[in-house]
């Protein structure tokens, strides 16, 4: 957390040892360790609580994302009910299809129409008189 070497270190304990004296220096470590632990305590239950902050906010937006799919089901369901209906009158409209194990759906057939050929004396009559006329 802090970059404090061991040479900031000793000077520290230098100043405190000529400033409080050797007789108090003791229980000023201890004093001076608890509150650090003290302090270590709250950082952790800070972090643990932010953490937990997250997770709710996740648990939060996963409940409103699932009842937005809920709402969704519920305008689908009667969507689907709807196109059930109308698949089950248009196979009602031609049921000898399935009994004549005629399948619902056949592909369609690719008929090419191709044009007939022209006649080309045509082209030989316009070519003669193009001949003829000199152009």
């Known amino acids: 957390m802090f970059d404090i070497s061991f040479w900031e270190l000793a000077m520290i304990g230098v ?16 004093t001076t360790g608890r509150w650090l632990g003290k302090a270590r305590r709250m950082v952790a239950e800070v972090k643990a609580e932010v ?11 996963s409940l ?5 799919l809920n709402s969704l089901k519920d ?6 009910a709807l196109r059930d209906d109308i698949q089950a009158q248009f196979n009602d409209l031609d049921p000898g299809r399935r009994r004549a194990g005629i399948p619902e ?6 008929t090419t129409t191709r044009n007939p050929p022209r006649p080309t004396c045509r082209r030989r009559a316009h070519t003669r008189a193009v001949a003829k006329s000199g152009c």
């Open 15 to 30: 100043v405190a040892l000529i400033v409080v004296g050797p007789e108090r220096l003791p229980g000023l470590a201890r």
């Open 51 to 61: 953490d937990r902050e997250l997770q709710l906010d996740e648990l939060k937006q």
């Open 64 to 68: 409103r994302q699932q009842a937005d």
């Open 75 to 80: 305008v689908m369901q009667p969507i689907q």
């Open 105 to 110: 759906c056949q592909p369609r057939r690719r």
